[in-house]
């Protein structure tokens, strides 16, 4: 098991940045992919970014590509999602999400078993 908890929420204005973590404890000296998703009021949760277990690899959504970055930190057990120029199509509640393996490209909802409970982030135009 893997228990995952995001931080760093909040609101923000358009053109800003913000940076969330998501820590991982648990069984975390296992192989895991983590990845971003997020979910908009009544739409569907859509992936964001995805990182392989070393850091060394990364996975994007083609629309998150350029404004996103996705990095982990294994001494600390956290992901990080730096996010800038921030636009109000952005606001949504985002997930930290987790699957054993190596696989770090993964981008469908059902790919991964462990979730976080999600943090809140509001664009204001």
């Known amino acids: 098991q893997v228990q995952l908890v995001e931080s760093g929420g909040g609101l923000v204005q358009a053109g800003g940045s913000v940076r969330l973590s998501c820590a991982a404890s648990?069984?975390?000296?296992?192989?895991?992919?983590v990845a971003w998703f997020r979910q908009a009021p009544e739409k569907e949760r859509e992936f964001v970014a995805a990182?392989?277990?070393?850091?060394?690899?990364?996975y994007y959504a083609d629309s998150m590509k350029g404004r996103f970055t996705i990095s982990r930190d294994n001494v600390k057990n956290t992901v990080y999602l730096q996010m800038n120029s921030l636009k109000p199509e952005d606001t949504a509640v985002y997930y930290c999400?987790?699957?054993?393996?190596?696989?770090?490209?993964?981008?469908?909802?059902?790919?991964?078993?462990?979730w976080g409970q999600g943090t809140q982030i509001t664009v204001s135009s």
């Open positions: 648990g069984r975390t000296y296992s192989t895991y992919a």
């Open positions: 990182v392989s277990w070393a850091g060394s690899r990364t």
């Open positions: 999400a987790a699957r054993m393996g190596t696989s770090y490209s993964a981008t469908y909802v059902d790919d991964y078993n462990y």
